[in-house]
């Protein structure tokens, strides 16, 4: 991966003589870039291309080149990687546009150019992309007209055209780059080598990636968590317009949001709402110092910006520290009577940089205070720039400077940037910095796994029976089956298949009891009168088994009906729903939310990728907006998590297990406060 970035030899294969063409850009750019290394352009009519003669073809390079970008016809590039292949050229980057973005025809010349590729062990980045640029190197292996100032960011793009967009507002903003890299189409090069290959980069500190989807999931997944540095991601296509716009952009799969949701928060990826956060988180991590907690301090000379940065934060789930007495005495001595001695602090309009200097050391001094966010706003007698020296010069603990204004401070802006920091034009830009620092998750190892035998042969054995009986979905008591080999609680069942199964054991049950129709094609038995609670008696038992056949037949027509399901009445209880849904791109995901009647109207689930630990199930709980209720309010007593927990490990053991396992629905799981039982499920699997 080093020669994509580092070559000592370059080749532009389809360089062009017309000033305007990608071919001559990109060629421009390799020079203009001060590259060192040999630079060898190929065009079949020959001639000289700003000073350097062409060669006519591949095969015509004195030396091997160890980089070579391919800018020809779509239809020209099996030839190039073939002579590339002959030559010894084990990295290209396809330029090229015209393949799977197309169609099915594109599709097919595209894998016709990565089995050639492989053939000839050449790595691609590519095709349908912008290029690449390294600031170190140099190296301007793009067409992008402009190249940025070097930095401590790197970025990945699959879109080649916002590379460039972002190019020119880097420099307006005298924002650097490590490396920049357009992949498109991804045909060899992903994301995922582009990642690893950026985490042992000694130039770079923070990644930043604009996605729109990954053709690896699990390898994502994995390469993402060894991560040491951050990974902040702009994924793209959370909307089903946004998908369909990126099938015809880059052919890729968006994958769904909640997948993308549930990765972004098990492996620690900072996620980016915009374009503008993206950057503003990347420049905030490359350059900021991060607090040690969730207590700010806010220093101002003017209330509204102090009003707007508190709200702000408490917006954020961030605590505005409490000063201590000694603190507030220190200020109240020196600052003018009419100032504010308690967070935020407001040292008046009419502050100069010295009593700027005394808050701010003061403050920084308090041991409830782990951040400051230092506002300024230009009044005529504010020194600007000595406050900003100010700010340079105390950085024990992390300071986020918002120096609110344009021109007037200008200077501060540059002061700051001389000594690689940032300044925030907003409170709520450093707001938005300083909370996703102090949020910031490690990547979440599983540990302390459940340890249990379950019935492995007795599952296998029932998947077998429904394979072969040329189904896909369990029957209910199939389902209970599998659910009692992985011992995960359900109250006594009964099934019935005729009527005299119902006078065989209707004296032997422990009344109350519930009936319900046994149908996989009936989702809502509810609805239509297919479930009958409670049953205090035999006779009651027999009527209700009649009424929920009948009502199958005239209310559910067509639907498979295999009997009925007697189970013991169990008492009111807060419902939970667990489910399992398998993902193409990450596998199996696990769900656990806020169940019964109303799953669907308040959709308060959360998600993870299998598998999960006591402590990962235990965050999924606590992310749920129904969670203080779990925890029993007004004299509740609250549920038992650990039997809870339990259940969610059994059904994440059991999808590992069986991978077949498409779609699998607990609900309602009725949990107490000493115990859980699952009182309806569904098993569909390949």
């Known amino acids: ?105 594109g599709l097919e010349l595209e894998n016709k150019c990565l089995r050639i590729a492989k053939e000839n062990n050449i790595r691609v980045i590519g095709p349908n992309c912008l290029g690449l640029i390294d600031t170190k190197t140099p190296l301007n292996a793009s067409f992008a007209k402009q190249f940025p100032e070097k930095g401590k960011i790197a970025f990945i793009s699959q879109s080649g055209a916002l590379c460039t967009a972002i190019l020119d507002w880097a420099r307006k903003e005298n924002i650097g780059f490590s490396k920049m890299i357009s992949f498109g189409n991804k045909m060899d090069i992903s994301e995922i080598e582009l990642i690893e290959f950026l985490l042992d980069d000694y130039d770079t500190s923070v990644i930043s990636l604009y996605l729109e989807g990954t053709k690896d999931g699990k390898r994502f997944v994995d390469v993402c968590q060894r991560a040491k540095k951050p990974i902040i991601l702009y994924k793209a296509g959370k909307t089903e317009a946004g998908k369909r716009a990126i099938s015809c952009h880059t052919g890729s799969l968006a994958g769904s949001e909640k997948t993308w949701k549930a990765v972004i928060e098990q492996v620690g990826i900072i996620s980016a709402q915009s374009i503008d956060e993206l950057f503003l988180l990347a420049t905030g991590f490359a350059n900021q110092m991060s607090p040690s907690g969730k207590k700010v301090a806010v220093i101002t000379n ?78 005529a007698m504010t020194e600007i720039e000595k406050t900003a020296r100010i700010v340079v010069e105390n950085q024990k603990k992390a300071v986020f400077p918002v120096f609110m204004g344009g021109k007037e401070i200008e200077p501060a802006v540059s002061l700051f940037r001389e000594y690689g920091m940032l300044n925030y034009s907003f409170p709520e830009r450093a707001v938005c910095v300083l909370e996703r620092m102090v949020n910031q998750k490690m990547p979440h190892f599983h540990k302390d796994f459940l340890e249990f035998s379950p019935d492995k042969e007795r599952v296998a054995r029932i998947f077998l029976r429904v394979q072969e009986e040329g189904r896909k979905e369990l029957s209910e008591i199939e389902a209970y089956e599998v659910l009692e ?202």
């Open 1 to 105: 991966m080093n020669k994509f970035f580092s070559p000592k030899s370059v080749a532009v294969v389809g360089a062009s003589h017309g000033k305007g063409k990608v071919g001559y850009e990109i060629f421009s750019n390799l020079i203009l870039s001060g590259f060192s290394g040999e630079i060898y352009p190929i065009n079949p009519k020959g001639g000289e291309i700003l000073g350097i003669k062409c060669l006519t073809t591949i095969l015509d390079c004195p030396k091997t080149p160890e980089l070579a970008i391919i800018v020809v016809k779509n239809i020209l590039v099996p030839q190039a990687l073939e002579e590339l292949g002959k030559i010894g050229t084990k990295n290209a980057i396809i330029i090229s546009s015209g393949f799977k973005e197309i169609g099915i025809e």
């Open 302 to 379: 003017a209330g509204g910006p102090g009003i707007i940065a508190s709200d702000s934060l408490m917006a954020r789930g961030i605590q505005l520290s409490y000063l201590s007495k000694e603190t507030v005495m220190k200020l109240k001595k020196a600052l003018p009577p009419s100032a504010s001695f308690y967070n935020p602090v407001d040292v008046l309009g009419d502050s100069l940089s010295d009593r700027y200097e005394f808050a701010l050391k003061t403050v920084i001094d308090d041991q409830g205070v782990d951040g400051i966010i230092l506002i300024l706003t230009p009044q």
């Open 485 to 686: 080999a992985y011992g995960v609680p359900f109250p006594e069942t009964h099934f019935i298949r005729e009527t005299s199964k119902l006078y065989e054991i209707e004296n032997t049950l422990k009344y109350p009891v519930v009936l319900k129709i046994a149908s996989p094609d009936i989702l809502h038995k509810t609805d239509i009168g297919c479930v009958k609670f409670p049953i205090n008696s035999p006779s009651e038992l027999r009527k209700a088994y009649i009424d929920v056949i009948c009502n199958a037949k005239e209310f559910a027509q067509g639907s498979r009906i295999l009997g009925a399901v007697i189970q013991k009445m169990l008492s009111p209880s807060k419902e939970l729903i667990i489910g399992l849904n398998k993902d193409p791109q990450f596998g199996h995901l696990l769900m656990v939310g806020l169940g019964g009647l109303y799953v669907e109207v308040l959709k308060d689930v959360a998600f993870r990728l299998l598998p999960i630990c006591p402590d990962c199930a235990m965050d999924m709980l606590k992310e749920l907006k129904s969670y203080p209720l779990l925890l029993g309010v007004r004299g509740e007593i609250g549920i038992d998590f650990n039997s809870v927990i339990s259940a969610m490990e059994k059904v994440s053991k059991l999808a590992i297990d069986f991978p077949e396992i498409i779609q699998l629905d607990i609900n309602p799981l009725k949990a107490y406060n000493n115990g859980c039982f699952v009182v309806d499920c569904k098993i569909i699997i390949e």
